[in-house]
């Protein structure tokens, strides 16, 4: 069983601790960690009243920096919120700043755990991470592009008439405008869903899901459902140890830069980053993400 300490207790954190509390996994015990104490304190509180509902018992409590010494876990999702019409790269400043003061507190604690982070620009804010923990790569881990990917699953079973799990193609790059799909890597089943779909259809399919966020947060505010469960399904890979795929933040093996690629997620974190075998016009794409991120982190000065 394991203890998980959430940073950040937002619309996204929430999402997610919910998620972790009527979910049956391996998780004992969840701390509620944010600058609003009161507000932790009060979240804690509505999901202890929830929980007496679940066949699994976790412990639920608002906590503080020292709670994270024995994490298995911490998930981060604090930071500045996306406005409507603002892109995640337009956070990138806000966010580096609250991520100094964060993971600083932590590592007067000790922390050796895993991190996962949600807060955008992720990529860059799971580089940003790793910079100033000082902890290995494979144990610190971005939610990167499943979200994307679920979104393009959807959009792929709407369009073909499949069950999204039988989709087997991914988001990949940047959690941003510069992500894209590799079509020639991507299949329904045996079938390459290349063979399927006219150039016209897959741009179109591109362009919605880059745009579902966008949509979303016109209309409601902000997205938080779909990642809070991405964060929980991502959390489960790990204390599992079930050696899924998630296209996560991890290092581009190449570049070093932390972009949303295809990995095995183990006990320990990342097992493996995958291969990508890419197209010549893929390989542009993907140049086209990798500087993308690059004037992004330059933006941070932490680099």
Request: aromatic residues 6%.
């Amino acid at each position: 069983m394991a203890k998980i300490v959430l940073i950040g207790t937002g619309n996204v954190g929430m999402s997610f601790a919910y998620s972790v509390v009527i979910s049956r996994n391996k998780v004992s015990e969840l701390v509620l960690l944010d600058v609003n104490q009161l507000k932790a304190e009060g979240e804690a509180m509505d999901l202890q009243h929830a929980a007496v509902y679940n066949t699994t018992r976790v412990r639920i409590k608002a906590g503080d920096y020292s709670d994270c010494r024995d994490a298995e876990i911490i998930v981060i999702a604090a930071g500045a919120a996306q406005l409507p019409g603002e892109t995640r790269r337009d956070l990138v400043k806000k966010n580096t700043a609250i991520f100094r003061d964060i993971i600083g507190q932590v590592n007067k604690t000790g922390f050796k755990g895993i991190y996962l982070i949600a807060t955008n620009p992720v990529d860059v804010m799971t580089q940003v991470t790793q910079k100033l923990s000082g902890l290995p790569h494979a144990r610190v881990i971005g939610s990167g592009t499943t979200l994307d990917t679920a979104r393009l699953r959807f959009k792929l079973a709407q369009t073909l008439g499949a069950h999204p799990r039988n989709a087997f193609a991914y988001v990949v790059g940047e959690h941003g405008d510069s992500s894209f799909i590799p079509w020639s890597i991507s299949r329904l089943g045996p079938t390459a869903i290349g063979d399927l779909l006219n150039a016209e259809t897959k741009q179109q399919i591109l362009h919605d899901t880059r745009q579902s966020a966008y949509e979303i947060i016109a209309r409601k505010g902000s997205t938080h459902f779909g990642i809070g469960i991405m964060l929980r399904d991502i959390v489960e890979a790990i204390l599992e140890n079930s050696k899924e795929i998630k296209t996560v933040s991890v290092p581009c093996p190449k570049t070093g830069i932390y972009m949303g690629l295809p990995a095995i997620l183990g006990r320990d974190g990342v097992v493996s980053i995958l291969p990508l075998t890419l197209s010549t016009e893929e390989q542009s794409q993907m140049a086209i993400t990798l500087g993308a991120l690059r004037e992004t982190l330059a933006e941070t000065g932490v680099f």
